[in-house]
């Protein structure tokens, strides 16, 4: 599966993106905001690649002048979230390497992948958080239509062995056609 943007392709993660994740998930600013800690070597890298990012819906995101792997981005489906148990339901996450943050590569990112969710997987809504003090997440999320659901006080992050703020945010289809249609 391969989505084009504007700027971007989203692909799936090879275990030769290892040595590009490395040089972006080491990064202490990335990984901890998000929930979880710097990679300490690229056969790390590689055994996030084989392990975790093989999500049905995740994807390597990669600017098009070169294909290599910046960040990622996934839709989370049941069974792969804890933010919903419904099938026509899922989560959005995604984290980019520091070189590129502000760029808007994300929300791009994002746009499309919201596209597919509510359009080719069929969902009804798309969950979506981020922890307190994360307000590029934030950003990000506001751009792309999402609204405040709640705000979860001392959320334990496992990876991070830290209690932390979670807000959740939310995207509903009919949300979403609303805000296309105004965009037209």
Same mark, same amino acid.
Not at 8 to 27: G, S
Not at 48 to 70: H, M, P, R, S, W
Not at 142 to 168: A, Q, W
């Given at each position: 599966? %391969? =989505?084009?943007?504007?700027?971007?392709?989203?692909?799936?993660?090879?275990?030769?993106?290892?040595?590009? %994740?490395?040089?972006?998930? @080491?990064?202490?600013?990335? &990984?901890?905001?998000? &929930?979880?800690?710097?990679?300490?070597?690229?056969? !790390?890298?590689? +055994?996030? =690649?084989?392990?975790?990012?093989?999500? @049905?819906?995740?994807?390597?995101?990669?600017? /098009?002048?070169?294909?290599?792997?910046?960040?990622?981005?996934?839709? /989370? #489906?049941?069974?792969?979230?804890? +933010?919903?148990?419904?099938?026509?339901?899922?989560? #959005? &996450?995604?984290?980019? *390497?520091?070189?590129?943050? *502000?760029?808007?590569?994300?929300? !791009?990112?994002? @746009?499309? #992948?919201?596209?597919?969710?509510?359009?080719?997987?069929?969902?009804?809504?798309?969950?979506? *958080?981020?922890?307190?003090?994360?307000? /590029?997440? /934030?950003?990000?999320?506001?751009?792309? *239509?999402?609204?405040?659901?709640?705000?979860?006080?001392?959320?334990?992050?496992? #990876?991070?062995?830290?209690?932390?703020?979670?807000?959740?945010?939310?995207?509903?289809?009919?949300?979403?056609?609303?805000?296309?249609? +105004?965009?037209?």
């Amino acid at each position: 599966m %391969l =989505i084009e943007t504007a700027r971007l392709i989203l692909r799936r993660w090879d275990t030769a993106d290892a040595e590009n %994740l490395y040089k972006y998930a @080491k990064d202490p600013d990335v &990984g901890p905001i998000a &929930g979880w800690p710097p990679h300490k070597s690229i056969e !790390e890298s590689r +055994m996030v =690649i084989q392990n975790i990012l093989q999500g @049905k819906e995740c994807y390597a995101v990669c600017l /098009k002048t070169d294909n290599q792997a910046i960040g990622a981005i996934e839709l /989370k #489906l049941n069974g792969h979230t804890d +933010m919903t148990s419904k099938d026509d339901e899922c989560e #959005l &996450g995604y984290w980019i *390497g520091k070189p590129f943050w *502000g760029n808007g590569y994300i929300p !791009e990112a994002a @746009k499309a #992948l919201i596209r597919r969710a509510f359009e080719d997987l069929h969902m009804s809504v798309i969950w979506c *958080g981020y922890y307190d003090g994360n307000e /590029k997440s /934030k950003r990000v999320q506001e751009k792309c *239509g999402f609204d405040h659901y709640c705000t979860i006080e001392n959320v334990d992050v496992p #990876l991070m062995n830290e209690v932390r703020i979670s807000h959740t945010n939310i995207l509903t289809k009919e949300q979403w056609q609303n805000s296309s249609a +105004m965009q037209k």
